[in-house]
């Protein structure tokens, strides 16, 4: 299993700034994801974010607005850039190994709102 | 884009019963897994099932998948007040490593 961390739990924030969210795994991981549940939704993946290489961001998100890190197997960041009210969802990132038949984990989220 | 569509959409039951959820996808998968979320909290794995499984049991849940039909069924039993959640399939397409969720099951069980 994988025991995930995320900073901030939760933030309020005012239109126009910048929020960037981390997670942190207890062990090493090759890939991790990041995903938004808007309210009341289910859960939509943002991007993949491997070690070593650029995120992949999915249909309908950009590295303008999201730009992802992934300095080492253990740890990312999520920035949620010129937010606004639209914006305001949970954020959670997951690990998974890469090959299939892996469990996907999940940190705990970060409960954003956009003022 | 969401893969999965998941029905019924929300679901009340008697403490004791049994509650079954469905959930449809489109693409070849290698695997399915379900997932519960209360009240907007972080995801709690419940169980996953490889594409070459046909059923699997942990507990009081029982997962079915049926690949001809692009279909999957969690099904608790003697369901308690506790099991109240929102309840998600994600299945990561094949040749992918991403998960992608349904549209979830919102259950009460009411006591």
């Known amino acids: 299993s994988a025991v995930i961390s995320q900073k901030p739990s939760r933030d309020i924030c005012q239109r126009g700034t910048s929020l960037t969210i981390q997670c942190q795994v207890d062990?090493?991981?090759?890939?991790m994801f990041w995903y938004r549940q808007q309210p009341g939704q289910s859960l939509t993946l943002i991007a993949t974010?491997?070690?070593?290489?650029?995120?992949?961001?999915e249909s309908g998100f950009v590295i303008d607005k999201f730009p992802i890190s992934r300095p080492n197997l253990t740890f990312s960041t999520l920035t949620v850039s010129n937010m606004s009210p639209e914006d305001s969802s949970i954020y959670l990132c997951?690990?998974?190994?890469?090959?299939?038949?892996?469990?996907?984990?999940f940190g705990p989220g970060t409960r954003l709102l956009v003022l | 884009s969401q893969q999965g569509e998941e029905d019924p959409q929300a679901l009340s039951i008697q403490e004791g019963e049994n509650a079954t959820m469905n959930c449809s996808y489109k693409?070849?998968?290698?695997?399915l897994q379900w997932y519960r979320q209360n009240s907007g909290r972080g995801l709690v794995h419940l169980i996953l099932?490889?594409?070459?499984?046909r059923e699997k049991h942990s507990g009081r849940l029982r997962v079915t998948l049926d690949t001809s039909k692009k279909s999957s069924s969690l099904l608790i039993t003697a369901s308690r007040a506790a099991d109240t959640a929102s309840y998600f399939c994600?299945?990561?397409?094949?040749?992918?490593?991403?998960?992608?969720f349904g549209t979830g099951t919102r259950l009460k069980v009411l006591a």
């Open positions: 062990s090493q991981v090759t890939m």
């Open positions: 994600a299945t990561d397409e094949r040749g992918t490593y991403k998960y992608i």
């Open positions: 997951s690990v998974g190994k890469g090959g299939g038949g892996e469990t996907q984990y």
């Open positions: 099932i490889r594409s070459n499984e």
């Open positions: 693409t070849s998968i290698n695997n």
């Open positions: 974010a491997n070690q070593g290489s650029e995120a992949t961001y």
